[in-house]
């Protein structure tokens, strides 16, 4: 039989397009049940959306976000919430934005998108994985030969539409393991090379990894590289056994990795870095700092600054940044004024080189993808191939933590499968 959709992908953006397209549809999925990363998202919670408007999300995926506003202005995160509400799954905002279901379980998200795609007569076929996309032979002498099916490790499937919802790369035990970008290159699209985002980042420094486990609860971070912004990203930094981790560093990963990317390709020597700068009290500049320490010297002279600085971090922290400024056991009246001068600079904006982040094994989403200009905003149509369209996180577009990523595989996948 010819399906009228051919969905490959049984994640969040293909089982919301099987709830929107056309019927008979089919699903197939390579794993033995769909949604598996679904169920593993915002901690087995689930964040599934953000309390914001639809330039808060496009905001943030940078600057390809502008991209995404015909899908988002169709499904924005308050008629997301009102899908779900509709299938049971009442959900709440936290104080931060970050939407949740009211039961705080990421698999009854799973299970109620599993139904409502199966309630519409869509066949979920798991266990199945596409190999290759099809193309219509008798259109191979023009430019734009259309996609009518794919073959799967189970046989060939025809369909007048089809929709690559298969993820992007990251966490491949979760399902999407770059197969989906195969595919599209098979068929001559353009693929953004993918790299690891929302990872964690190593560091040349050994310092951090000696404070792995220590959270700085209201620290901040920013790159420091000419000509990227310079704004700082605020939140709890954690340490790592290799670097620091946390919502700050897992937002600033996905560029990290384009810079470190841009700097291998281009043939500089290695070792290749990327400078970051880490506040371990977001907003306190080195003068407010300089004046702590003055204070210090007036009421407590004699004792040893990193005892004085453990007040204001977790003590290992401020051990590290005085033993960084040759400042350890020393008495804050008798530090010199330069020693002082590099502590405060240090205490406001201590410098970590990034050299790499994690892989794919642990990144949360894949940087990179089918390319923006190969699709239709306001279809995921591909231009240059008829019958197909793309959904989630196939595409070249990777957002920050907080439920924007999950937003754009809801909203995709509802405007590919309309
Ligand atoms: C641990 C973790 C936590 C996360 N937490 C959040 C969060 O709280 N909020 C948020 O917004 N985002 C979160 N994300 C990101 C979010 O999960 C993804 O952006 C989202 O799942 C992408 O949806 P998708 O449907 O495009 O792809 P996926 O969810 O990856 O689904 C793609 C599906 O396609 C299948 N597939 C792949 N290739 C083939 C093939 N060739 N044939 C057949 N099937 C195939 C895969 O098995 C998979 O089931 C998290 C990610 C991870 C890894």
Redesign the pocket.
């Known amino acids: 039989m010819t399906y009228s959709t051919l969905i490959?992908?049984?994640?969040?953006?293909?089982?919301?397009a099987a709830c929107f397209c056309a019927q008979p549809a089919i699903v197939?999925?390579?794993?033995a049940s769909?949604?598996?990363?679904?169920a593993?998202?915002?901690?087995g919670?689930?964040?599934?959306?953000?309390a914001t408007d639809v330039a808060g999300i496009m905001a943030a995926f940078g600057r390809q976000g502008r991209f995404m506003a015909a899908a988002l202005n169709a499904f924005p995160p308050d008629a997301i919430r009102d899908f779900f509400d509709a299938l049971d799954i009442g959900t709440q905002a936290d104080p931060d934005g970050?939407v949740f279901p009211v039961s705080q379980r990421?698999t009854d998200v799973c299970q109620a998108l599993e139904q409502a795609a199966r309630d519409t007569g869509t066949e979920l076929r798991c266990g199945?994985?596409?190999?290759r996309l099809l193309l219509a032979t008798d259109d191979e002498a023009t430019d734009t030969p259309r996609v009518i099916g794919?073959v799967?490790?189970h046989g060939t499937l025809h369909a007048r539409r089809v929709i690559l919802?298969?993820?992007?790369q990251?966490?491949p035990m979760?399902?999407?393991?770059?197969?989906?970008f195969?595919?599209a290159r098979d068929i001559g699209l353009t693929v953004t090379p993918p790299l690891p985002a929302?990872a964690g980042l190593h560091t040349l420094e050994s310092w951090p990894a000696t404070l792995s486990g220590i959270v700085l609860e209201h620290a901040a971070l920013r790159l420091d590289v000419p000509g990227h912004p310079k704004a700082w990203l605020t939140g709890p930094v954690l340490f790592t056994h290799k670097g620091v981790s946390g919502v700050p560093a897992l937002d600033l990963s996905g560029t990290v990795n384009s810079l470190l990317a841009a700097a291998r390709d281009a043939g500089q020597p290695p070792p290749h870095t990327v400078t970051l700068r880490l506040a371990g009290q977001a907003g306190r500049r080195a003068a407010d700092w300089r004046a702590c320490f003055e204070t210090w010297r007036q009421r407590h002279g004699g004792r040893a600054l990193h005892n004085l600085l453990s007040g204001e971090f977790p003590r290992a922290f401020a051990v590290a940044l005085c033993t960084l400024a040759e400042a350890k056991d020393l008495a804050v009246a008798r530090a010199k004024k330069n020693v002082l001068e590099t502590l405060a600079s240090l205490c406001a904006e201590c410098p970590i080189q990034v050299t790499t982040t994690e892989s794919w094994d642990r990144?949360?989403?894949?940087r990179g993808g089918v390319a923006l200009d190969e699709l239709d905003p306001r279809t995921l149509a591909c231009r240059r191939r008829p019958g197909l369209f793309c959904?989630?996180?196939?595409?070249d577009l990777?957002?920050r933590?907080?439920?924007?990523?999950?937003?754009?595989?809801f909203a995709?996948?509802r405007l590919a499968g309309r």
């Open positions: 490959i992908g049984g994640g969040p953006a293909g089982l919301t197939v999925e390579r794993l769909p949604a598996r990363k679904l593993a998202t915002g901690g919670r689930c964040n599934l959306t953000h970050c990421a199945v994985r596409a190999e794919a799967t490790s919802a298969t993820g992007g990251s966490y979760l399902g999407a393991d770059g197969s989906g195969a595919l929302l990144a949360m989403v894949t959904a989630g996180e196939v595409v990777d957002g933590c907080g439920g924007y990523n999950l937003t754009w595989a995709s996948g």
